[in-house]
């Protein structure tokens, strides 16, 4: 079964192409040309079916919200002027996801508190320093201020578990952990086993 055509706009000409590579003679390659507005196609997938089918289990999206045929703006992943990479939240997800991650965690390398064992236990201080931090290295459309420190929250929980167990893990103090913090630590990853 072939994918469904994904109908583009070129918005340098302003000429469709079929989405399979062909396109009017006369409309000039995308290669290398910038515009402030581009416009991508979305890969084909059952969220991307039309509105008039009845919405799934499978499918998180209400009719209502449906992913376009199109996406304007940068691509997720790209890096802007200022050096920061551009994000979208896919369901509850950051994309790019993994760099998100990897950001996070080098991110509780800067700042560790004593009791920062338990992320419940860490200061709403130190919780909006790693934030503050992710904002350095990530930009998003500002329609979505209002989802992105809420995802952002539940994924640096999630991550600092995964930071604080391979830690406990492994079992010897890295250097950026001061002795005091890593023996409180310790002390409690040996009451908790």
Aim: proline share 8%; hydrophobic share 30%.
């Amino acid at each position: 079964m072939q994918p469904p055509r994904v109908r583009m706009r070129s918005s340098i000409s302003g000429e469709d192409s079929q989405g399979d590579g062909s396109s009017p003679a006369s409309a000039p390659s995308r290669m290398g040309m910038a515009s402030s507005s581009p416009v991508y196609p979305c890969p084909p997938s059952s969220a991307a079916t039309t509105s008039t089918e009845a919405p799934s289990s499978e499918n998180p999206f209400e009719p209502s919200q449906r992913l376009p045929d199109t996406i304007e703006g940068p691509l997720p992943g790209s890096v802007g002027v200022d050096r920061r990479i551009y994000i979208v939240i896919v369901g509850k997800q950051f994309i790019p996801s993994g760099t998100c991650s990897r950001t996070m965690t080098g991110t509780f390398k800067e700042r560790l508190e004593f009791n920062g064992y338990l992320w419940k236990n860490i200061s709403q201080e130190t919780k909006m320093f790693y934030f503050r931090e992710f904002q350095k290295s990530f930009y998003w459309n500002s329609s979505i201020d209002h989802l992105v420190y809420g995802i952002w929250e539940k994924r640096a929980r999630v991550r600092y578990k995964d930071f604080l167990n391979k830690l406990h893990a492994k079992g010897e103090r890295p250097r950026y952990i001061s002795e005091d913090i890593w023996a409180n630590w310790m002390q409690y990853w040996s009451l908790t086993g």
